[in-house]
């Protein structure tokens, strides 16, 4: 049944505007730019596909999506001060756009914001998304596009001036997938039904919250890092899995005022206790499960957030691209990717994994002490739990599936260990590239916090 | 000296040399790098079983130490002065160990100096090794002394200067001859911890660094890497051959007016080693990432008894190698294997080179760069910089890195952590010298040679390098596949 897809936005009231510098920052180049003050806006927009399409992320699956167990959202939150406006989209899909996609959407309001992060929920109940498609770019995506082009334009066109706050707590809904053995083997450990303890895994539920400047709260950002997966490859109807659940869970909670944003961490070796389970098994009760035990969890903390306004409210990026090579031989990865997926994954999965691979790393910093940085693919955990250790500020987010998709990115002892995601075809990207990508976000929160200096100490200019 | 030990002769740069057979060139990120990280030059040994191939050793050891009347490395007061060595407190060694297994021969080159030599000289003494002792697989590492003679990356008249050229003959002499020795060796570990230094980067509550740069109080400081890690070799029949020591402290307990050459803590360490086991073996001294460690007793005037200071310094050292070293139980590996890979990575500048230059010149003069920043010497200085980074696994267990600089101790001790195998070495001032490596939250914090002119590398080329060693060890141990899992 095709679903109806609606722009919703909610707008808010404008209050007097304070008096603050801000800096931009964009691409390394940096300037000031007067004053400001916080300022953002959300949308929502449904992107279901009509059924008919190919299904992401299992390669058994007996057909395209036969129905919509729940819509699959867009969440838009457009967010700066002075001239530097961010707008942020958080897709109920299995990754974000490719390229093409990616730069329609840059171009849809160029004057409204400066950096954009498209970032997925990684569900496995949406349709395909690929960089590149065989026949063109479908339908639904063109059609997905232009709605999430039109949110963003509204929000822009609504922003009010805003107040931020985090929180955070903690909350057991899965376990680490590859179990290490005593011999050093690694077992692929799906399924975890008893809720034995794992590691690593980062319970860690963070939370940014950000209120109209009467309190009334706008957004509730919560990032987290778990697979999308518990339904499995008998599920032919779209769903958000338990990342739907978890916002509404949320927005009931206060009284559907906030749009929840879910934003998927770095769960490259995370599933669900309740992994892949089967329909007949009341996959969707597991579901439920899931993500209302995440979606209290984070109601809770987001109660107890005190947002605040900034007397000297700042939103500065950093946007790199990385440059690596590919961790295979092509010859060998294509075998082992039909090997492995089946001899028609190149026709729903295609990624970009041969010579020079060039990443997109963007790095965020609101008012000096909430940073975000994204990955283009699937972190394992411990890049999150690094990510926040490391972060030169006390709060850290971490964004994968964000600006591209390019596969795994598994630590370098679990490149060397093996398994699902850390050494077989699903991760095509050098060795360290996670690493390198933290060491970045890093560097870059260091230069926009002005710890990096210009000339060195002791030279005269 | 004979044509097979390699004379060595002042002329041109032999670049081809990186493009002649032990190096292959792999410009993978072409156009060159906004962003670091090309891997160009790799060279991969070892990695084939060696079926009933043994471990065979031979050390020796060579004074190198100059003549009179030179400028002398480290302390730029010195320099801008024009102070030259007028004596000799203790002579400088080279010390080689020898290590071949089957067909594959490796030298290790430890020499009681500031630096390393510049690119050129490095290439030459691979090139003569080569052709006169089979060894194609080179270590060059520098103890850091502050009392040595200075060495630069480009030399006002094109040339080295005659000592250096005496010098590397006299290495490469060493090495050919010791290479005619080779003896049935074994191998083992040991580590225990002495404290004669502090980090003399002390930052406050509020973010703010201060230079401390003696603390003869032996105030306690951080980081610090107190470990004292040993490899003794001994021949077949259990005598010892070498004792390797690696240690991270700055060997500058003489100071600037000291003008006599002289090993500093690691001369008195290293005989304090061979003395305690009646000189049999030679004791090679490996510097480790001493970039933030000063010895307690740093830069003491030579009136208020500097030299006994330095002892006591050496001895604390020498006498917990000595210790560690006894404990050792060496053993014949059943399977014995050199690994080894010489990269060089392509970094950018940390800040504006050109920029950088002229404010070096204004600050300091042209003087600066004979002390630090020799690269920058030239005019344009070049738009990247190529750093070599070793890695060696020996036995499939004694991992080594080594990096061309000053690393922060931070880095040794994240090394250790991660490595794979049990046993992992750190060397600084190996293959190449590029000053200060700073790590990425030191370079924010700021410093002497975090946040000044010392240091010149991006930040994070540091944990770059680090990564890419350890990426080598695994490479090394067969736990990285050439080819994805297929199930």
């Not at chain 1, 909610?10 to 008096?19: K, W």
């Not at chain 1, 260091?446 to 100490?457: A, C, S, V």
């Not at chain 2, 390393?116 to 691979?126: D, V």
Request: glycine share 8%; with cysteine.
């Amino acid at each position: 049944m095709r679903t109806l897809r609606k722009l919703q936005t909610r707008t808010l009231s404008h209050v007097a505007d304070g008096v603050i510098t801000f800096v931009v920052l964009v691409i390394s180049a940096q300037g000031v730019a007067g004053a400001a003050t916080l300022r953002g806006a959300v949308a929502q927009v449904e992107i279901t596909p009509p059924p008919g399409v190919e299904m992401w992320g299992y390669s058994d699956r007996t057909g395209p999506a036969t129905a919509t167990l729940d819509p699959l959202y867009a969440r838009v939150l457009v967010l700066g001060a002075g001239k530097n406006f961010l707008a942020l989209v958080a897709l109920d899909l299995g990754r974000s756009f490719g390229p093409a996609s990616l730069a329609r959407l840059q171009d849809v309001a160029p004057q409204c914001f400066s950096s954009l992060i498209v970032t997925a929920s990684h569900t496995h109940s949406g349709p395909v998304v690929m960089d590149r498609y065989p026949n063109g770019t479908p339908a639904w995506e063109l059609a997905a596009v232009d709605k999430i082009g039109h949110a963003i334009q509204h929000a822009c066109s609504h922003l009010v001036d805003v107040r931020v706050g985090t929180g955070y707590g903690a909350a057991y809904i899965g376990h680490n997938r590859l179990h290490v053995n005593t011999d050093g083997t690694v077992n692929w450990f799906e399924r975890n039904l008893t809720k034995i303890p794992t590691s690593p895994v980062d319970p860690m539920v963070s939370v940014l919250r950000i209120d109209q400047v009467d309190g009334t709260p706008l957004a509730i950002l919560v990032n987290y890092s778990c697979h999308p997966v518990v339904f499995g490859s008998d599920n032919l109807q779209y769903s958000a899995d338990y990342p739907g659940v978890m916002t509404k869970t949320v927005e009931g909670a206060f009284g559907q005022k906030p749009l929840c944003f879910f934003l998927q961490g770095a769960p490259g070796d995370i599933n669900p206790y309740y992994a892949v389970t089967p329909l007949q098994q009341n996959a969707i009760r597991m579901r439920d499960w899931t993500g209302e035990r995440l979606g209290r969890e984070a109601a809770w903390i987001a109660k107890n957030v005190q947002t605040k306004a900034d007397p000297e409210a700042t939103l500065q990026f950093v946007e790199h691209k990385l440059k690596f090579h590919s961790r295979w031989d092509p010859q060998k990865w294509r075998a082992a990717m039909v090997a492995v997926f089946g001899p028609s994954v190149f026709q729903t999965f295609p990624p970009p994994a041969e010579g020079e691979l060039e990443l997109s790393i963007t790095t965020v910093l609101i008012n000096k002490r909430i940073a975000i940085m994204t990955m283009p693919g699937e972190a394992f955990v411990d890049y999150q739990i690094s990510w926040r250790e490391r972060c030169p500020v006390p709060d850290a987010f971490f964004l994968g599936y964000a600006n591209g998709y390019y596969g795994y990115f598994p630590t370098v002892r679990s490149a060397t260990l093996g398994g699902y995601g850390a050494a077989n075809p699903a991760t095509w990207v050098e060795v360290g590239a996670g690493d390198r990508m933290v060491d970045d976000a890093v560097i870059a929160t260091y230069g926009m916090l002005d710890r990096l200096r210009k000339l060195p100490e002791d030279v005269k200019p | 000296m004979s044509k097979q030990s390699g004379n060595f002769v002042a002329g041109p740069h032999p670049g081809q040399a990186f493009a002649g057979r032990l190096w292959r060139r792999f410009d993978l990120f072409r156009p060159l790098p906004t962003l670091a990280c090309c891997f160009v030059v790799l060279f991969l040994l070892g990695n084939t079983p060696l079926g009933a191939a043994t471990l065979k050793a031979a050390v020796a050891k060579v004074d190198i130490t100059p003549p009179i009347g030179l400028p002398m490395y480290g302390f730029f007061d010195r320099i801008k002065e024009g102070r030259v060595s007028t004596g000799v407190l203790d002579p400088l060694y080279a010390r080689v160990l020898i290590l071949e297994v089957g067909e594959k021969r490796l030298a290790l080159v430890t020499l009681d100096l500031g630096r390393t030599f510049n690119a050129a000289g490095i290439e030459r003494l691979r090139k003569t090794l080569d052709t006169s002792s089979g060894i194609s697989l080179l270590i060059v590492n520098a103890s850091h002394t502050h009392s040595g003679p200075n060495l630069l990356d480009e030399y006002p008249s094109g040339q080295p200067p005659a000592w250096e050229l005496e010098t590397l003959n006299k290495i490469a002499a060493t090495v050919h001859e010791a290479s005619g020795r080779l003896v049935e060796a074994r191998v083992g570990t040991g580590y225990g911890s002495v404290y004669i230094g502090y980090n003399r980067r002390v930052v406050g509550s509020e973010g703010r660094v201060t230079m401390l740069w003696s603390n003869p109080g032996m105030e306690p400081t951080s980081p610090l890497d107190p470990r004292v890690s040993v490899l003794r070799v001994d021949d077949a029949g259990g005598k010892p051959l070498a004792i390797l020591v690696n240690y991270a402290c700055h060997p500058v307990v003489l100071g600037a007016d000291n003008s006599k050459y002289s090993a500093d803590f690691v001369g008195v360490m290293a005989s304090t080693v061979e003395t305690a086991f009646e000189g049999a073996p030679i004791c090679i001294f490996l510097q480790g990432a001493d970039g933030d460690i000063n010895p307690y007793y740093a830069t003491t005037p030579l009136k208020e008894d500097a030299t006994a200071k330095r002892d006591w310094t050496g001895k604390q050292v020498g006498e917990e190698a000595s210790r560690i070293a006894r404990t050792i139980q060496t053993e014949i590996f059943p399977q014995p294997a050199i690994d080894f890979t010489d990269d060089v990575m392509n970094f950018r500048w940390r800040w504006d080179a050109t920029t950088l230059r002229n404010s070096l010149l204004k600050t300091y003069g042209a003087r600066i760069f004979e002390d630090h920043a020799g690269t920058l010497a030239n005019d344009p200085p070049p738009d990247h910089l190529e750093l070599h980074v070793i890695t060696l696994l020996l036995n499939k267990r004694i991992a080594f890195i080594g990096m061309p600089g000053e690393p922060f101790v931070n880095f040794q001790i994240n090394w250790r952590d991660r490595c794979p195998v049990a046993d992992a070495f750190f060397l600084g001032y190996t293959n190449g010298y590029f000053d200060y490596l700073p790590t990425i939250d030191a370079a924010a914090e700021g410093g002497y040679g975090a946040a000044d002119s010392n240091t010149y590398m991006e930040v994070g080329a540091g944990e770059q390098m680090l990564r890419h060693a350890l990426v080598r060890v695994y490479e090394m141990l067969g736990r990285l596949k050439d080819s994805p899992e297929k199930d």
